[in-house]
């Protein structure tokens, strides 16, 4: 079976990286991009983007911050010959309305959705840590003034406290609270328990003090 080429951008990225993984480990041959890549590529200059884009038949596509870039990304993608487009997204999108949250992973979306491709939208979800971590966590409700003003006090721009700050306050009018069953239908296999996630996190010591 001919193993065609897998575009990775953000390939040095927390899901970019697990993906090029992967797929590696799968045989297929994986073109890994971003800026500290061996494949250098900046998603601020789309005239570098050909050259990425050259023989890919399938891109992983992680949204930049700002709405808008992945239109033109995905215009030369087509161009390029490309078959299919995976894009990062986020739980609940259709339902972000006028929030400053996830208007890029909106955008993004848009563009996929839109183009005459193959494209699969990922909808990731948060999820939180708690038990068998070995450390005690207690629930404290917060302002989201005071939110902001922790986020920026630990070294964040006031512009990603207030997209996270929009985050929560989603999550918090119950927009994500639903269940479903993709974990199972989509791979086709029963998923771990929470709980037997977070056993094995622990012992690999994630939680562990630095
Ligand atoms: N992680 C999640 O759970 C999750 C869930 C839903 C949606 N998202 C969305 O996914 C995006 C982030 O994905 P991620 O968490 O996998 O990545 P990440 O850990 O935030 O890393 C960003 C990646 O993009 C690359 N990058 C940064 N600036 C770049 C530039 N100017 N040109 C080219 N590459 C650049 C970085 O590598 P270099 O520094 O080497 O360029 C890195 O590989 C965000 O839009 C976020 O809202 C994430």
Redesign the pocket.
Known sequence: MTRETHLV????????RRIAARLRLHGTPVRAA????RLW????EPDGWDTVLRDVDVAYV????VPGPVHEFVVRAGAAGVRRLVL???RGADGWGGSAFGR??WSAEEAVRGSSLGWTVLR?S?FAISRASGRSLTYRRITRDEHVSSLTGQGLSRHDADGIAAMFALMESGLISGTTDELASVPGRAPRTFEEYVVRAAAAGVWNER
């Open positions: 951008l953000g390939a040095t990225g927390r899901t970019g971003s800026r500290s890549s590529s900046d998603r601020s992680v949204p930049p911050p990062l997204s986020g890029h992973m990731a948060n």
